[in-house]
């Protein structure tokens, strides 16, 4: 990493002594000096003092030549401005080895190390803009380091902060894989895959109860990306709500928090390429040789939100009950449904054909499921196997002749690397189902791969920019000033429960939860781990804190571009979808963070809290809840929902149909469409949603 700004070194004149010091220093903030010498012969065991311009002594001790020595003073210097420190090195008397070392600084006042992360947290307010505002944040932040400099800390926010952030062997690993699986997503989508998935299941949603269900079974089958979720589901099933009695309101809960809470666990999604990195950051930045993924994995159990929410959606759905404008909507949804009804002939020939998007399947050629399950099974699969086979590796070099389980393997494995390998084995995985089954050319694949990369370009930017910030508050001292402030003032216990508020709050007010976690892991993290005195409970505990209470802005936030997605994939006002999840989310949320409370405070574990936590949402569904009687729709109804096309067309697994002619003389004729004895109402809704482009 470049830091010829951000550390900076005096050379002695008589025996060349190295003393590093923070370009930041800040009053009344202990900091880290580091003494060196160059390779040659000295004493064994030398002694040391670090003093300030009016001679107060720093630190002072003995020192093993031989290696570099990193010190933390036990005195702070407690004015502004500018100072000498002055290093001496001595052995014995000084008679037999001497050298001296002077550096200039100059000290801010403690609570300049706030203003990156209230700077970006400001703008984000303001602006709407997270990438906004983190560059202001990493501009303030330089300018620090600068010396104050505004210009010069606006040129290295580009050339130094930036470009570190890419360059980085551990980062470039991250944003390889986040783009791999991206331009997979895309060619999944291209194929069909997903929209066979939502197709197959549509024959269970007969009822109210079966179509909020299969819905949430669907989104646990489309795990891998919540805009992927949020729009395959929503477009193709929003019409179907009327015939059986589903408000608007409710589907769009279900699938946005489904499509933000599941990716944002799932091991193998758009989410994880970005959490990893972010983490990975972290860890670098306390010195821990934990790997990154794997601690991912093992905060899922302290992410009380998203499993939560989760939970609350799937009770809410077996109880068919709901409380605060969502029953209004539901009674509303109940008391108008539709009936069924066979569209005209000249009603469908009359639909334009529409144009196909890069990403958008070909409405003649069948979708199958299958081509979503294998390839993303495939990269799941070769994960774990990657990770394994990587960690027994490299255990095996480290120590050979022992033997070691799975779990010693995956702690030691590498694990943006086989997250690498998974990736493009389930990239090809996916180019070769659809090229045998001739349902894409390799053109068409291309394109959509490219689209799926220009979907993760806007994440994978933020993600960079945060890597940047977190270099930015690791050098003005952040977590050291809040540390130093808090000590003795706020229990380690605490810091988990806090880090979820404060999560929500900064999430739902900038709409983003990438961009709270880029902000609130870097101040989090370190301050956990020094206010805990290194406890590595506590640490997880507030990663997971951090990862799972950022949801929460993505979850019902009206500015986050889910909340805006799901509410035109629905069809439904914006408005009307805030209104009716926010009261929802604020509860689950409430309940989450009283339930990390008692983690972090250790007066439950993990499994009675979640079980809990469960306890209380479900009470609170069984008796605030109430029922929409008049929700179930007749048979009739149930029979025109399950009149959907033919097997052959949206199956999990089925023959390649042949390739019709050119120019067919009828529908009959044409193998891709069925008979028009057959047509249904969701029928002629999929003809809407995927019209044919032949000629008449």
Known sequence: MMRRTLLAAAVATAAGLDLQVPSVILTSVPFTATLALPGGTYPGLLQYAIEDSAGASLASGQWNATRALTVAPTVALVTTGTHDLHCRVWAGNASTFAATATRSVRSFPGYVALLPPFVTLLCSLLFGQVMIALLVGIWSGAALVSGGNLWLGFLHTFDVYWVDAFVDRNHAGVLLFTIILGGTIGVVQKGGGAHGLAHLAASTMRTSLRMQLATWVLCCCLF???????????SSLRQILPRTGVSKEKFAAIIHTMGVCLPSMAPVSSWVGVEIGYVAAVLQTLQLDWDPFVTCLSSLQYRLFPILFIAFIFITIIFEKDFGPMLKYERGAAESAEEPREPEEDEEAALPPAPLGPMEPDPRRPMRAVNAVVPFAIIVAATFVGMILDGFQALAL?????????????????????????????WVAAVALLLLQRIVSMQQIMGAWVEGVKDVIEPTLILTLAWALGAVIGEVQTAAYIASTLHGQIAPGYLPAIASVLCCVVSFATGTSFGTMAIMLPIICPLSYKVSGQDAANLMQCIGAVLGSSVFGNACSPIADTSIITALSAGLPLANHVESVLPYAVVVAATSSAGTFFLGTHVFTTFTAFALCFAVLLGLVAFC??????????????????????????????????????????????????PASTDSGVLQYVKTLFPSTKKP
């Open 224 to 234: 891998f990306d919540d805009y992927s979720m949020i729009l395959i589901l929503g």
């Open 398 to 426: 480290q120590f050979p002749g022992e033997t070691f389980g799975v779990l010693d393997a995956l702690s030691h494995s590498d694990s943006v690397a086989a997250l690498i390998r998974a990736s493009a084995l389930g």
């Open 625 to 674: 809840g109430s029922r929409v009687p008049s929700r179930f729709r007749s048979a009739s109804n149930a029979s025109s929902v399950l009149s959907l096309s033919p097997s052959h067309r949206y199956s999990f697994l089925s023959a390649v149909s042949p390739p019709h002619s050119a120019a067919p003389a009828s529908r009959e004729q044409e193998p891709l469409l069925p």
